[in-house]
């Protein structure tokens, strides 16, 4: 059960359903609005599968210190409002996509190592690092119901990213520690919200050997950064550790982020690298969520660390 009061869950129907809010919240004067500088004209075809300079967000929200330790983010069906998750706590922080405001919190669990979130419908989905995936619903009553789901996942997988494919209905989990299969990839598993299942068998694998070969064949791409230096360790093992993924509404490509390494991954459906960009460690302290809305509007959030975690908002060209 949620810990809220039937206001709240009468404010949360609205919001999975129609995508509205309340007129009451809390402003906050420091976020701020920065004016989008666009794309390079000069981009070459590679790096025009990015779409975005992710240097320069269109917006910037600091969040409060509540979600210094933000580790997840979703985005409802219309777009307006964003949900949040901390690596600490079981708590659903809904958050004003346009202005960048906290609107609400939400108890679902007991404290825990939440690292994903994600929303379907008319639910919403956690995922722990463990693999465990926590379903959150509504019914008719605004009573709130919650479901757990166990595979053959534990925490030597080390879940840190939740997606959403529509294409397919699944749910895209991104693991950065230890593959069932017990090899050098890093995999991304998926759970069915059609038959609710696991399957135990990745949907991508992501190795060093299929970054080398990117980089050897585009090389404007590999002179923005020593990315050997970055995700291989000092014995050769590959680092790159994927701490996010969505799907582009329009391209249908995999968007994964590393923290380890600051870098996004751009693979196609076949699981074609088709580009890697370097995040600037000044704007993306750490990445830890990213998620698109149906206009192609990309929104990451980086953990405050030591300072002020912040959701940035990179507009989609038109």
Same mark, same amino acid.
């Given at each position: 059960?949620?810990?809220?009061?039937?206001?709240?869950?009468?404010?949360?129907?609205?919001?999975?359903?129609?995508?509205?809010?309340?007129?009451?919240?809390?402003?906050?004067?420091?976020?701020?609005?920065?004016?989008?500088?666009?794309?390079?004209? !000069? %981009?070459?075809? &590679?790096?025009?599968?990015?779409? $975005?300079?992710?240097?320069?967000? #269109?917006?910037? *929200? +600091?969040?409060?210190?509540?979600?210094?330790?933000?580790?997840?983010?979703?985005?409802?069906?219309?777009?307006?409002?964003?949900?949040?998750?901390?690596?600490?706590?079981?708590?659903?922080?809904?958050?004003?996509?346009?202005?960048?405001?906290?609107?609400?919190?939400?108890?679902?669990?007991?404290?825990?190592?939440?690292?994903?979130?994600?929303?379907?419908?008319?639910?919403?989905?956690?995922?722990?690092n463990t693999g465990t995936l926590y379903e959150v619903e509504w019914d008719k009553t605004n009573e709130a119901k919650m479901t757990k789901h166990k595979?053959?996942?534990?925490?030597?997988?080390?879940?840190?990213?939740?997606?959403?494919?529509?294409?397919?209905?699944?749910?895209?989990?991104?693991?950065?520690?230890? !593959? %069932?299969?017990? &090899?050098?990839?890093?995999?991304? $598993?998926?759970?069915?919200?059609? #038959?609710?299942? *696991? +399957?135990?068998?990745?949907?991508?694998?992501?190795?060093?050997?299929?970054?080398?070969?990117?980089?050897?064949?585009?090389?404007?791409?590999?002179?923005k950064k020593d990315f050997k230096k970055d995700l291989l360790n000092d014995k050769g093992e590959f680092r790159f550790s994927p701490s996010a993924i969505a799907i582009h509404p329009i391209t249908g490509n995999y968007y994964i982020t590393s923290s380890v390494g600051k870098s996004l991954l751009i693979m196609?459906?076949?699981?074609?690298?088709?580009?890697?960009?370097?995040?600037?460690?000044?704007?993306?302290?750490?990445?830890?969520?990213?998620?698109?809305?149906?206009?192609?509007?990309?929104?990451?959030?980086?953990?405050?660390?030591?300072?002020?975690?912040?959701?940035?908002?990179?507009?989609?060209?038109?």
């Open positions: 059960m949620l810990h809220k009061s039937t206001n709240t869950l009468l404010f949360l129907c609205c919001f999975l359903y129609n995508g509205c809010f309340t007129n009451s919240y809390t402003t906050n004067e420091q976020n701020k609005v920065i004016e989008s500088k666009g794309i390079d004209s !000069s %981009l070459t075809e &590679n790096l025009a599968h990015l779409h $975005y300079d992710l240097a320069v967000p #269109s917006a910037e *929200f +600091n969040m409060p210190t509540t979600l210094r330790e933000i580790s997840g983010l979703g985005i409802n069906e219309t777009g307006d409002t964003l949900v949040a998750i901390q690596d600490e706590k079981g708590l659903l922080f809904f958050i004003e996509a346009k202005k960048g405001v906290l609107v609400e919190t939400v108890k679902f669990w007991k404290d825990g190592d939440y690292e994903g979130v994600e929303i379907v419908n008319n639910k919403i989905f956690v995922i722990k595979g053959r996942f534990s925490a030597l997988q080390n879940f840190e990213g939740l997606g959403y494919d529509p294409k397919t209905n699944t749910l895209l989990m991104a693991c950065k520690g230890e !593959s %069932l299969n017990k &090899n050098e990839y890093k995999s991304i $598993y998926t759970f069915s919200l059609d #038959s609710m299942k *696991f +399957n135990a068998e990745p949907l991508l694998e992501i190795g060093w050997n299929m970054i080398e070969i990117f980089l050897e064949n585009n090389e404007e791409v590999a002179n196609e459906r076949s699981g074609k690298i088709v580009h890697l960009e370097p995040l600037l460690k000044e704007v993306h302290r750490q990445p830890e969520g990213l998620v698109f809305d149906k206009r192609g509007n990309l929104y990451i959030c980086n953990e405050g660390k030591k300072g002020v975690a912040k959701i940035y908002r990179f507009d989609h060209p038109e």
